[in-house]
T-cell receptor, first 113, second 114 residues
Framework: DAKTTQPPSMDCAEGRAANLPCNHSTISGNEYVYWYRQIHSQGPQYIIHGLKNNETNEMASLIITEDRKSSTLILPHATLRDTAVYYC??????????????FGKGTHLIIQP | NAGVMQNPRHLVRRRGQEARLRCSPMKGHSHVYWYRQLPEEGLKFMVYLQKENIIDESGMPKERFSAEFPKEGPSILRIQQVVRGDSAAYFCANSRGNFQETQYFGPGTRLLVL
């Protein structure tokens, strides 16, 4: 799986949009971009994933650049409960089996009141 | 953490004892993954199982650790003769096993070895 690079930490004001960047310059054509977050001492929570088109769900939006070398996770209206470590993961997803996720250090997002 | 159950949530063992961690996946999710998170470190993949089969155990320590996912019942991660360095949070994840295999995680088991 391709390697990802994320800033170690970010601050965002409550109620504002939080934009978390991720670089994955070595991504392959069949690799998806996944985002998870881990709120302190809890299990990782799936947020969103995409291949090349932008994606949106009830939690967030995922913007993937046209060359797919980077992406941005957007939390549109951040709340204090969004304070967590956010992980950007690139992986192949194939039918019949897929390997374990490779978690990096992620971005520690701190929402300020 | 949509429905993956892990128990116990907290487990205390003395050095040399055995630890058994259980994971019950969501209905319809027949693929199970175990991860370990050491204090102040990131999550590390350990093993990937389907019913009655170990698919990938590349992240498992060579000794004292084993995992199974029997035809009936939960997946079990077993640690024999625990040492203090085994103290960590152990997370189980599951997926359906079809294309786009999103993994959903359980709440974890915190193992403390005294």
């Amino acid at each position: 799986d391709a390697k990802t690079t994320q800033p170690p930490s970010m601050d965002c004001a409550e109620g504002r949009a939080a934009n978390l960047p991720c670089n994955h310059s070595t991504i392959s054509g069949n690799e998806y971009v996944y985002w998870y977050r881990q709120i302190h001492s809890q299990g990782p929570q799936y947020i969103i994933h995409g291949l090349k088109n932008n994606e949106t769900n009830e939690m967030a939006s995922l913007i993937i650049t046209e060359d797919r070398k980077s992406s941005t996770l957007i939390l549109p209206h951040a709340t204090l409960r969004d304070t967590a470590v956010y992980y950007c993961i690139v992986r192949v997803a194939v039918g019949g089996g897929a390997d374990g996720l490779t978690f990096g250090k992620g971005t520690h997002l701190i929402i300020q009141p | 953490n949509a429905g993956v159950m892990q128990n116990p949530r907290h487990l205390v063992r003395r050095r040399g004892q055995e630890a058994r961690l259980r994971c019950s996946p969501m209905k319809g999710h027949s693929h199970v993954y175990w991860y370990r998170q050491l204090p102040e470190e990131g999550l590390k993949f350990m093993v990937y199982l389907q019913k009655e089969n170990i698919i990938d155990e590349s992240g498992m320590p060579k000794e004292r650790f084993s995992a199974e996912f029997p035809k009936e019942g939960p997946s079990i991660l077993r640690i024999q003769q625990v040492v203090r360095g085994d103290s960590a949070a152990y997370f189980c994840a599951n997926s359906r096993g079809n294309f786009q295999e999103t993994q959903y995680f359980g709440p974890g088991t915190r193992l403390l070895v005294l």
